[in-house]
């Protein structure tokens, strides 16, 4: 990659980066209110099976595709990978929330990049004509910005756990040595999630965390929160 494309991937990994994904726990909340996550094993356990059974299998194959897409200028195909994502996430929290993080990245990008694919892609989002989820627009953002597929798939697989380990920081009293050492055993559970979807088409999108999906829905019932999800 370019210098420029490298640096680009560091601001979009950086947790400064003002896209109000801090708000989001994805169901982490939930779990930890129902005492089904207590400690840091249990955290970790947990952040395995979103990277192996949602992320990788449903996000990450979305990114690619519209990654691909967006070097080709197919703004078809990217609303079609946006429309697939959001069909596949059962969890109506986690469309919103994915919506609402992937609209705050594309409104900054829009700002920052004179890039008529992007303008043209907003446009689409805006007329509802594609949600606009986070995993899309980040795989639009950088197949322009030159950052290549693989490394593109790992930022998302980075930010979804340090996401969730600022989250338990909150919830869990987990200490910021913990949450690195999870953040590094989880290293190889990241490019594991990759590689799988490496060859995963849009029609081959398999979430599957059915306790996920059930504290997702309780979750929205709940009468407080702390997290939009």
Known sequence: MSDTATLD???LADSFLPVGTYTISYGLEQFIQDDRVEDAAD?????????????GPAEI?????????????????????DQRLSAVTLAAEFRESAQQSGDRL?????????????????????????????A??????????????RDACLLCCHGFVTGLLGA???????GHTDAQRILDGLQPVMT?????????????????????DVLAAEHERAERRLFAS
């Open 106 to 134: 594309l409104s900054l990008q829009t700002d920052l990049r004179d890039e008529s694919l992007l303008d043209r892609y907003a446009e689409r989002v805006v007329a509802d004509g594609s949600p606009g989820n986070y």
């Open 9 to 11: 991937s560091f601001r």
């Open 43 to 55: 955290l970790e356990a947990l952040l395995v099976t979103y990277l192996r059974r949602q992320v």
């Open 136 to 149: 899309v627009v980040l795989g639009v953002v950088t197949g322009l910005a030159g950052v290549a597929v």
């Open 61 to 81: 194959v979305a990114l690619r595709a519209a990654h691909a897409a967006a070097t080709e200028g197919d703004l078809d195909a990217i609303c079609r990978a």
């Open 168 to 174: 338990a920081q909150r919830l869990l009293s987990l």
């Open 192 to 212: 594991a999630a990759v590689e799988d979807s490496e060859d995963r088409t849009i029609d081959e999108m398999t979430p599957f965390a059915p306790l996920v």
